[in-house]
């Protein structure tokens, strides 16, 4: 009798063989589909579609997926039966898309945090203030004023500093 190697093919199509009519009378090969589909998404579609969508739920051979945007939405809708396609492998037959909130899959999808630089304001800035300000008579509204557009003007964050 020949060894066969856990890492081989061959024992993995016959543990395929073997499992699969134990998971489909168990009624969960959906799931695990799904849950395949899930984890994979950004495999299988990349970026960027894979970042304005995610799978939401498999039931009966149709999968609805989450789009981010209207415009995203109608872009994709023209590639429904190439997506199907991509999935078929998952028991998809048909998709279904719906403007939702999409989950991100990567894991560097962190939010940088934001540095906070204050410069200072240059003299047309200044000017602007004053000129802005001129039609305001009482003095201590003016001031609050002032300090706040003066210091709005002079703060910069990462985004805004190269």
Known sequence: MPEVRAGEKGCVNRFGSIISPFVKSLGI??????????????????????????????????????????????????????????????????VRLRLGKVRSGKKTDKPQPSVTKYVSVDNDTLKYIEDTLSVIHDLELKESIKKAMEKAFSKRTTKDVY
């Open 29 to 94: 090969e959906g799931a695990l589909n799904f849950g395949v589909i899930e984890k994979d998404w950004t495999k299988i579609f990349g970026e960027p579609l894979s970042l304005h969508t995610c799978p939401v739920k498999l039931q009966n051979g149709e999968l609805l997926i989450y789009v981010d945007s209207p415009i995203w939405l109608q872009q994709i809708s023209f590639y429904t039966n190439d997506i199907v396609k991509k999935l078929s492998p998952f028991a998809v037959k048909e």
